[in-house]
Antibody, heavy 119, light 110 residues
Framework: QVQLQQWGAGLLKPSETLSLICAVYGGSFSDYYWSWIRQSPGKGLEWIGE???????NYNPSLKSRVTMSVDKSKSQLSLKLSSVTAADTAVYYC?????????????WGQGTLVTVSS | VMTQTPLSSPVTLGQPASISCRSS???????????LSWLQQRPGQPIRLLIY???NRFSGVPDRFSGSGAGTDFTLKISRVEAEDVGIYYC?????????FGQGTKVEIK
């Protein structure tokens, strides 16, 4: 049974750095891509970026200058950092597993972490 | 850009529902595959993968869900809507970076 469990600070002030962790339980860590996706209140889904088990990344150009993703294989954990946050970064953040041979097949999702940016 | 229509779909229980997803560019990858998936977001539930690569039903997904299309035009069909199908449905393309999602289509019971 695969589970993705997320945690991180839920309330930030403008200019601070968002930091989230996603722990993967069950399944192979190496056979997938791992994405971060966010959903602003009342809005749709936005892909932030992805990382593989070797640490190779692809980021959304709209966020690239502020995003850092990393992976800790020994712990089967992913991390997301988003610097210089503003109110526009308020959203529910999800980690998701993507099947390498079926790109776009996000088959398991974390429970989501609501991050609110407010002064 | 991924454009879904309709944005809202009131459906009678047991009746079919259809959601369209149109891409501004062809989603055929250089490897010959088309990486278009459909996701379901139900209230209080984790986001769920329904369909990948246009028409492949993911494990455990009821066969009343089907996907079709090619190139830039894709469709998700629910043959007979059940109460548990209420939620928001998203298409997502993974042929190009960045991955992009449709705006979502809300399926509700009339």
């Amino acid at each position: 049974q695969v589970q993705l469990q997320q945690w991180g600070a839920g309330l930030l002030k403008p200019s601070e750095t968002l930091s989230l962790i996603c722990a993967v339980y069950g399944g192979s860590f190496s056979d997938y891509y791992w994405s971060w996706i966010r959903q602003s209140p009342g809005k749709g889904l936005e892909w932030i970026g992805e990382i593989n088990h070797r640490g190779g990344t692809n980021y959304n150009p709209s966020l690239k200058s502020r995003v850092t993703m990393s992976v800790d294989k020994s712990k089967s954990q992913l991390s997301l950092k988003l610097s210089s946050v503003t109110a526009a970064d308020t959203a529910v953040y999800y980690c998701a597993r993507e099947i390498i041979v079926a790109r776009g097949a996000f088959d398991y999702w974390g429970q989501g972490t609501l991050v609110t940016v407010s002064s | 850009v991924m454009t879904q229509t309709p944005l809202s779909s009131p459906v009678t229980l047991g009746q079919p529902a259809s959601i369209s997803c149109r891409s501004s560019q062809s989603l055929v990858h250089s490897d010959g595959n088309t990486y278009l998936s459909w996701l379901q977001q139900r209230p209080g539930q984790p986001i769920r993968l329904l369909i990948y690569k246009i028409s492949n039903r993911f494990s455990g997904v009821p066969d009343r869900f089907s996907g079709s299309g090619a190139g830039t035009d894709f469709t998700l069909k629910i043959s007979r809507v059940e109460a548990e199908d209420v939620g928001i449905y998203y298409c997502v393309q993974a042929t190009q970076f960045p991955r992009t999602f449709g705006q979502g289509t809300k399926v509700e019971i009339k």
